[in-house]
C-alpha cells in the first residue's frame, strides 16, 4: 500500500518524507487556501521534496479551463499529477490530459458508477472520499470494496486512492480491502503508531529497569 499526505504542510511532509513514509502528496484548493501559500511555490517546493506523484487540482469547471490549468500546473515539476473532479467537464479534461502523457488524479468520487468513468477516461488514481460518505451515513468503506470489484473483474490499471481518511481504522480496513493507495492527513499517519498498550507496557518497562539502578551505556 503507498501512502500519500494529505496536506501543503511541508515540515509535516519533510518529517515523514524522511521516515520514507511518503509516497506522494495530495493537496486540494481548501488545503493550498489552509496553508495561506501560493499554490505554484508550494506545489514546486513539494515536488522537490517528494520524489512520488504530487496531486495538484484544477479550479476551472469546464472541461477547456480544465485543460489549460492542467497543463499549466504540470509544468511546475516532472512529478505533478493533475487533479480534476468527478464531473462530466472533469472527465473531458481527464481524457485529454491523460492522452497528453500526463498522470491524472480524479476526486470528489462518491459512488462506484463514477469510479467506472473515470478509469474509461483514463485516471491514473481515482480518489473515493471516505469520511465525506460516512459523515451523510454512507458506507465509505463499503465504496471502496465496490470499486476493488469492478476494477479487478476489468482489470482497469486505475489505481484506487482512498481519500477522506478520518481515522486510523479507515487505513487499515482501506489497506484489507485492497486499495492500491491512501491519502491522509499526517497526524492521521502518525496516530497509526500509538496503542495504549504500548504506552501502557512502556511505562512498566521504565518502572521496573529503574529499579535495577543499570544503565546500558
Ligand atoms: O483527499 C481529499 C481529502 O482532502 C478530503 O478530506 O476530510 O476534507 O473530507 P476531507
Known amino acids: 500500500m503507498k501512502f500519500f499526505v494529505d496536506t501543503a504542510d511541508v515540515d509535516a511532509i519533510r518529517e515523514l518524507n524522511d521516515l520514507g ?3 506522494g502528496v495530495t493537496t486540494n484548493p481548501s488545503i493550498i487556501a489552509k496553508s495561506g501559500r501560493n499554490i505554484e511555490e508550494v506545489t514546486r517546493e513539494i515536488c522537490e521534496m ?12 469546464d472541461a477547456e479551463g480544465m485543460i ?8 511546475i515539476a516532472s512529478n505533478i499529477t493533475i487533479k480534476v473532479p ?3 467537464d472533469g472527465l473531458k479534461a481527464c481524457k485529454v490530459l491523460s492522452g497528453e502523457g500526463h498522470k491524472l488524479n480524479v476526486t470528489l468520487c462518491f459512488s462506484a458508477a463514477q469510479a467506472i468513468l473515470a478509469a474509461k477516461a483514463g485516471a491514473t488514481f481515482i480518489s473515493p472520499f471516505i ?18 470489484e469492478i476494477y ?3 482489470d482497469f490499471k486505475t489505481e484506487i486512492l482512498a481519500a477522506s481518511i478520518r481515522s486510523v ?8 480491502i485492497g486499495a492500491d493507495v491512501i491519502t491522509a492527513p499526517p497526524a492521521i499517519i502518525k496516530a497509526m503508531a500509538s496503542h495504549v498498550l ?11 529497569w529503574a529499579k535495577t539502578g543499570q544503565k546500558i551505556v
Do not use: C
Open 86 to 88: 468527478l464531473t462530466w
Open 68 to 75: 489549460t490549468e492542467g497543463r499549466h500546473l504540470a509544468k
Open 152 to 154: 479487478d473483474n476489468y
Open 198 to 208: 504500548t504506552d501502557k507496557g512502556l511505562a512498566q518497562f521504565n518502572a521496573d
Open 21 to 23: 513514509m511518503v509516497d
Open 169 to 176: 481504522n479507515h487505513i487499515t480496513d482501506a489497506a484489507r
Open 50 to 61: 517528494v520524489a512520488g506523484p504530487v496531486s495538484a487540482e484544477v479550479v476551472a469547471n
Open 131 to 148: 469520511g465525506r460518505l460516512d459523515d451523510i451515513n454512507l458506507d465509505g468503506m463499503e465504496l471502496i470494496a465496490q470499486i476493488r
